[in-house]
């Protein structure tokens, strides 16, 4: 089944499920919970679109000199990380925490 969208629709957006009260959650659920929350801007619409651009990025730097791969990483990693300001924000801008990092 395929869903449309029109130009005043707004695209489903995947929801963690709800964590049950008095029980604890497993690392999987914390993961997908933060996943969900985080957002990483127009590139990474999508639950964990970071975290696996992160690790194709990191996975294609596997044989390069571990200077530019740092530097790629932390380039690449920073970027998804400082947010823009927001309206309400008392200090300037946001930082969002991907799930994966170097």
Do not use: I
Not at 5 to 13: G, H, V
Not at 47 to 66: I, V
Request: net charge negative.
């Amino acid at each position: 089944m395929t869903t449309t969208c029109t130009s005043l629709e707004q695209p489903a957006r995947h929801k963690a499920p709800p964590p049950v009260p008095g029980a604890m959650e497993t690392l999987g659920e914390v993961s997908e919970r933060l996943a969900v929350q985080a957002d990483f801007g127009p590139d990474f619409p999508e639950p964990m679109d970071f975290e696996l651009a992160f690790t194709k990025l990191y996975q294609s730097l596997e044989n390069a000199d571990p200077t530019e791969r740092e530097l790629k990483l932390l380039r690449f990693q920073f970027e998804g990380m400082l947010q823009d300001v927001q309206d309400g924000d008392l200090l300037a801008g946001r930082t969002r925490y991907p799930l994966v990092g170097f």
